[in-house]
Nanobody, 121 residues
Framework: QVQLVESGGGLVQAGGSLRLSCAASGSRLSINAMGWYRQAPGKQRERVATITSGGSTNYADFVEGRFTISRDNAKNTVYLQMNSLKPEDTAVYYC???????????????WGQGTQVTVSS
C-alpha cells in the first residue's frame, strides 16, 4: 500500500506563505492525479487544487491565484505553495493521490494524515 506523508504546515501571519509537501512511498504501478484538500473545523472537506501526472492543474475558486500546485514525478512528491494566506485558509490540509497498483486495475484513492495550517490575523 502506498503511504502519503504531508509536511510543511504550521502557524503563519496573514499575508504570509507556506509550502506543503506530500511524499508517496510504497509499491505501485503508477500514480495518476494528485491533489490537496482541506477541512476547517465544523466544515466539510473541500478540494483546493489537483494536478494530473502530465502536469495539468485545476484550482478551487477561492484560491484566486494565491496557491500553486506542482509535482515531481521522480520524487513521487506533490507540493502546494501558498502565498497571501488569509485567516479563512486555516484548516487541516490533506494530500490525495490516485494510485494504480496493477495493470488494468482502477485507481485507488489514498489520503495522507493531514497537516495543520493556521493563519493568524
Amino acid at each position: 500500500q502506498v503511504q502519503l506523508v504531508e509536511s510543511g504546515g504550521g502557524l503563519v501571519q496573514a499575508g504570509g506563505s507556506l509550502r506543503l509537501s506530500c511524499a508517496a512511498s510504497g509499491s505501485r504501478l503508477s500514480i495518476n492525479a494528485m491533489g490537496w484538500y482541506r477541512q476547517a473545523p465544523g466544515k466539510q472537506r473541500e478540494r483546493v487544487a489537483t494536478i494530473t501526472s502530465g502536469g495539468s492543474t485545476n484550482y478551487a475558486d477561492f484560491v484566486e491565484g494565491r496557491f500553486t500546485i506542482s509535482r515531481d514525478n521522480a520524487k513521487n512528491t506533490v507540493y502546494l505553495q501558498m502565498n497571501s494566506l488569509k485567516p479563512e485558509d486555516t484548516a487541516v490540509y490533506y494530500c490525495n493521490a490516485n494510485i494504480v497498483y496493477r495493470l488494468y486495475a482502477s485507481p485507488t484513492v489514498s489520503w495522507g494524515q493531514g497537516t495543520q495550517v493556521t493563519v493568524s490575523s
